[in-house]
């Protein structure tokens, strides 16, 4: 039996073909059918365009295409001969801003998408406005990004050799008290105890000590048995690499080095989105895989009993809030506002030259490729993070999540697995 479900309530859609053998979904195929053509929009350009350009690949990843563009305008210009050094101060603002977006997507992921549609699966609805918080939080924490960033979202602030922001010790007072009030929320809303006992969980076995609606997508994961399925390769990979993520691959309990020139995009038929392999193997990228390469204790205790599965996916997104809200406060506390905010007084003259830059994105892992050729883009690649996760199969195994999506019971039970992998249709297909 085929049936074919359209998958809404995502950025974009998506239609998802599965093909169902003594009621368990035996195989599926993953749709995407529109295409934008933003790479193609980009050839011809002035360089610095990819600054304005990418980040409308995105309403809610803009910034990390920011910040993965201007990242690979200064690799680029670096092996051409030039000199670019970024103070701490951009540095920090730089991962700042990018570690609110973040913040702000897994929130919004959260609940809009995860708590209301398990409710709305198992029939057991809470009264509670979803929406109303995602919108609080969200706001609150956009308004620290903005801050820095001028607007949100498409914001242009950072350059090549740094930012065009200079803030004040009252910016950074507003932002400290903006992230501030963003912990209370996650503390009295989404974990019901303190920042600080939150973040001494290391083990499932404290997990009880958790309340608010985290806890609450907890009890209904376990309690309808959903919490062991969705289970792929568990196989992680991750190429940004910050003071709080590291680059890595790790495959059972190994973590080791990887080397983004083994990364492929391969056409798919009967969709516009391309899969992404390294090695010629399908990896999960997100904060799950970030959680593995970094081996966050209460993200490594979960997967030791669970694996990739459903509820070690869902909490390690809502833990990696937590953990980039410390991290946020930690970058404002180290801001040295004396510093230069840009280190390049004229405009970089290369005019032929190759850049690679890679952030970490809400999803996983953004990697941007420019070749530049008589001052003009010659050619612009976008690998992002849903084409990692998304891919459908190829001649040797499935994709992330349509491996994941194998065995369910029903088209909706398969559809909120997907939802787990936090897709955008339109970034997939830019």
């Known amino acids: 039996m085929i049936v074919k479900k359209l998958i809404e309530k995502i950025e974009g859609e998506a239609e998802l073909d599965f093909t169902f ?5 035996e195989d599926v195929r993953i749709s995407f059918g529109f295409y934008r053509g933003i790479e193609e929009i980009l050839a011809g350009k002035d360089p610095y365009d990819a600054l304005v350009i990418t980040p409308r690949v995105c309403g809610i990843c803009n910034h990390a295409h920011l910040i993965a563009a201007v990242r690979a305008l200064e690799n680029g210009y670096e092996s051409a001969g030039a000199k670019i050094s970024l103070t701490d101060k951009a540095k920090n603002i730089r991962e700042f801003t990018l570690a609110c977006e973040l913040i702000q997507n897994h929130m ?20 509670e406005n979803h929406a109303l918080k995602a919108s609080y939080f969200s706001s609150t924490i956009t308004k620290a990004l903005a801050i820095f960033a001028g607007q949100w979202p498409h914001s242009g602030y950072a350059v090549p050799g740094g930012v065009t922001c200079d803030p004040t010790y009252i910016d950074v007072m507003q932002a400290e008290n903006l992230i501030d009030e ?18 001494n969980i290391d083990s499932v076995s404290e997990l009880h000590k958790i309340n608010g609606d985290l806890a609450r997508v907890l009890r209904l994961l376990g309690a309808s048995r959903m919490a062991e399925t969705g289970k792929s ?29 083994y990364v492929e995009e391969m056409l798919q038929a009967g969709t516009t989105a391309k899969a992404v392999t390294y090695k010629n193997r399908f990896f999960e990228v997100g904060p799950l895989a970030r959680a593995m390469v970094a081996k966050e204790p209460i ?35 180290n ?21 690679v830059g890679v952030a970490e994105a809400a999803r996983g892992s953004l990697i941007h490729k420019t070749t530049v050729k008589e001052g003009l883009i010659a050619k612009y690649e976008i690998i992002v993070p849903t084409q990692w996760n998304l891919g459908n199969s190829s001649n040797t195994e499935q994709g992330v999540a349509a491996k994941a999506m194998i065995g369910s019971s029903d088209p ?11 897709i955008c249709s339109v970034c997939t297909t830019q």
């Open 412 to 422: 909706e039970e398969a559809g909120f697995i997907f939802r787990a992998f936090d």
């Open 21 to 25: 053998d003594k009621g368990k979904v």
């Open 335 to 355: 801001l040295v506002l004396n510093e230069p905010s840009c280190t390049l007084q004229n405009h970089l003259k290369a005019v032929d030259f190759e850049g």
């Open 299 to 333: 993200v490594k205790s979960l997967h030791k009993r669970y694996k990739d599965s459903l509820i070690t996916r869902v909490f390690a997104r809502v833990h990696e809030v937590a953990i980039l809200l410390e991290y946020s406060k930690k970058l404002l506390q």
């Open 182 to 199: 963003s912990i209370r929320f996650f503390e009295q809303m989404v974990a019901g105890i303190p920042m600080h006992k939150y973040l």
């Open 108 to 127: 919004k992921w959260f609940y809009m998408t995860i708590l209301p549609q398990l409710e709305k699966l198992l029939d057991d609805r809470s009264g």
């Open 233 to 261: 390769h568990d196989r992680f990979i991750v190429f940004g690499d910050c003071i709080l993520f590291k680059a890595g691959k790790s495959m059972a309990t190994t973590v080791s080095n990887v080397d983004i020139q």
